[in-house]
């Protein structure tokens, strides 16, 4: 079965640090680029960050430029994001994905895993 596992959401206080995880199993994950979207209530799902299969190059929303960090362990099929310097407009569901080519806005395979809720709140 293709499948997406995303962990390590929680409660943090603004400024605090999270690492999410997401394992992937079912397909060879080492061929395809990697990236984490995110929803808030009400709001479009957003690409957050992506690591291309092929050079390594790496991408992110303005919004966590300096703040967050992806990598991934071919090697355990595991793609990870470090965020620190959390702010409150951070809160919101993230998910991982696996597609063809790094891209922000738009993904051209679809799938996803079920999402960890992330809240920065005082």
């Known amino acids: 079965q293709v499948q997406l596992v995303e962990s390590g959401g929680g409660s943090v206080q603004p400024g605090g640090s999270l690492r999410l995880s997401c394992k992937a199993s079912g397909f060879p994950f080492q061929n395809y680029a990697v990236g984490w979207w995110r929803q808030a209530p009400g709001k479009e799902r957003e690409g957050v960050s992506c690591l291309s299969a092929s050079d390594g190059a790496t991408y992110y929303t303005d919004s966590v430029k300096g703040r967050f960090s992806i990598s991934r362990d071919n090697a355990k099929n595991t793609v990870y994001l470090q965020m620190n310097s959390l702010k409150p407009e951070d809160t919101a569901v993230y998910y991982c994905?696996?597609?063809?080519?790094?891209?922000?806005?738009?993904?051209?395979?679809?799938?996803w895993g079920q999402g960890t809720l992330v809240t920065v709140s005082s």
């Open positions: 994905t696996v597609d063809l080519i790094c891209l922000l806005t738009s993904v051209t395979l679809n799938l």
